[in-house]
Nanobody, 115 residues
Framework: QVQWVESGGGLVQPGGSLRLSCTASGIIVRLNNMGWYRQAPGKQRELVASITAFSNTNDPDSVKGRFTISRDNTKNTVYLQLNSLIPEDTAVYYC?????????WGQGTQVTVSS
C-alpha cells in the first residue's frame, strides 16, 4: 500500500519561501513520474510540478520560475521549493504519482500566503 507523508507547509508573507517534503512508502519514487498537486478552497486539485523517472521537470505557467521540484532517491523523498509566493498559492499541497495513484492521497500540507 502506498502512503504519502507531506510536510513543510505554514503561514508565509507574500514574497516568501517554503520547502515542502513528501516521503513515500510502498513505492520507489525514482522509478515513477512524481508530482506535487494543490487544492485551494472551492477549487479542483491541480498539478503544479512534476518530475519524471528520467528527472525531466515540468510545471504550469502559473508557477513557472517560482516552484522547483526535486527528488532525493536515497530518502525516497520528493521536494517542492516554493519561492516568490503570492496569496493565490494558498492551498493544501499533496504529492502523488503522475497520473495520481489509485491508492489515494496523503493528508497534505497547508500553505497559507498572507500578510
Amino acid at each position: 500500500q502506498v502512503q504519502w507523508v507531506e510536510s513543510g507547509g505554514g503561514l508565509v508573507q507574500p514574497g516568501g519561501s517554503l520547502r515542502l517534503s513528501c516521503t513515500a512508502s510502498g513505492i520507489i519514487v525514482r522509478l515513477n513520474n512524481m508530482g506535487w498537486y494543490r487544492q485551494a478552497p472551492g477549487k479542483q486539485r491541480e498539478l503544479v510540478a512534476s518530475i519524471t523517472a528520467f528527472s525531466n521537470t515540468n510545471d504550469p505557467d502559473s508557477v513557472k520560475g517560482r516552484f522547483t521540484i526535486s527528488r532525493d532517491n536515497t530518502k525516497n523523498t520528493v521536494y517542492l521549493q516554493l519561492n516568490s509566493l503570492i496569496p493565490e498559492d494558498t492551498a493544501v499541497y499533496y504529492c502523488n504519482t503522475v497520473p495520481a495513484s489509485a491508492s489515494g492521497w496523503g493528508q497534505g500540507t497547508q500553505v497559507t500566503v498572507s500578510s
